[in-house]
């Protein structure tokens, strides 16, 4: 079946780690999304990638880095730049613009 | 900038009665909106959207939102209300600046008693 698979599903960090959070779709959809999630702030757009090899900083980029080498594949590191990184981490791809499939998330939690 | 917002944290309804959800909109140009809904430690799902045409918009799990151009609204509706719809819903809306940004408001928690 097509879909998003993020993993891991839970990941724990020390600080001043990086993390790499993995995102994979299969829908050959040509876009991909990284969100953030924090309760009562709703979604938060971290990067989005319309196109292999280019991407775009969204709303809150600062302690983000993403690559996108792969139309499947988008995946986001959470470095030790980032001063509060424990939140719920949403990926999506899309192919028409504004209907997101979205993967099942990865929680990060920093000890 | 284009944003929603979505102003009641929480809405109770009970089952059987119509619900509704509310979201207002602030963008420049015509409006790309849209609604989403999140069931618990999961990611979202696409319910429907509003482009142009009809200002009623029919979508999942029959669920349908009522696009008001003059109150700048874009309310989510169902006429009868089940404990499955239980959930937590976004409103979200296409930025004008990159057609693939798309920018969520903060939530509306859901809650259908039995």
């Known amino acids: 079946d097509g879909g998003i698979t993020q993993s891991p599903k839970y990941l724990f960090r020390k600080e001043g780690q990086n993390v790499t959070l993995s995102c994979e779709q299969n829908?050959?959809?040509?876009?991909m999304y990284w969100y953030r999630q924090d309760p009562g702030q709703g979604l938060r757009l971290i990067y989005y990638?319309?196109?292999?090899?280019?991407?775009q900083k969204g709303d809150i980029a600062e302690g983000y880095s993403v690559s996108r080498e792969k139309k499947e594949s988008f995946p986001l590191t959470v470095t030790s730049a980032q001063k509060n990184p424990t939140a719920f981490y949403l990926c999506?791809?899309?192919?028409?613009?504004?209907?997101?499939?979205f993967g099942e998330g990865s929680r990060l939690t920093v000890l | 900038a284009q944003s929603v917002a979505q102003p009641e944290d929480q809405v109770n309804v009970a089952e059987g009665n119509p619900l509704t959800v509310k979201c207002t909109y602030s963008?420049?140009?015509?409006?790309?909106l849209f609604w989403y809904v999140q069931y618990p430690n999961r990611g979202l799902q696409f319910l429907l959207k509003?482009?142009?045409?009809?200002?009623l918009v029919k979508g999942s799990y029959g669920f349908e939102a009522e696009f008001n151009k003059s109150q700048t609204s874009f309310h989510l509706k169902k006429p009868s209300a089940l404990v499955s719809d239980s959930a937590l819903y976004f409103c979200a809306v296409r930025d004008r600046s990159s057609a693939s940004k798309i920018i969520f408001g903060s939530g509306t928690r859901l809650s259908i008693r039995p």
């Open positions: 990638s319309q196109i292999v090899n280019d991407f």
């Open positions: 509003y482009i142009t045409g009809d200002n």
């Open positions: 829908l050959n959809h040509d876009a």
């Open positions: 999506a791809s899309s192919m028409v613009p504004g209907e997101l499939f």
């Open positions: 963008v420049s140009g015509n409006p790309y």
